[in-house]
């Protein structure tokens, strides 16, 4: 059974950065395509990160040069550096998984077949 499940969310100043994570397990790790969405109260989810294959990477245009993804195949675990925290970035932060690439490709279009329970991000000015 996959199983996704986050942690290193918390509460932090303007400007500030935290590392996100996401251990997964009960599927091939190094073969799916892995990504980060969030969502704010009253928002849309929205796709942050996607990284698939030998480490393709797709951004938000509002992510771009803040956050970076990255994997650790070995350890199993889904990685977001978020810098440089505004307020705007607030939200529940949610790991998925797919076997399929296209979701990482088309992550608006093509859903991930798995999600973890998400981790709160707070940034306070």
């Known amino acids: 059974q996959v199983q996704l499940l986050e942690s290193g969310g918390g509460s932090v100043q303007v400007g500030w950065s935290l590392r996100l994570s996401c251990a997964g397990s009960?599927?091939?790790?190094?073969?799916?395509?892995m990504g980060w969405f969030r969502q704010a109260p009253g928002k849309e989810r929205e796709m942050v990160a996607t990284i698939y294959g030998g480490g393709i990477t797709s951004y938000a245009d509002s992510m771009k040069g803040r956050f970076s993804i990255s994997r650790d195949n070995n350890k199993k675990t889904l990685y977001l550096q978020m810098n440089s925290l505004d307020p705007d970035d607030t939200a529940m932060y949610y790991c998925a998984a797919d076997s399929r690439w296209a979701a990482c490709r088309d992550p608006g279009a093509v859903p991930f077949d798995y999600w973890g329970h998400g981790t709160q991000v707070t940034v306070s000015s």
């Open positions: 009960g599927y091939i790790f190094s073969t799916y395509c």
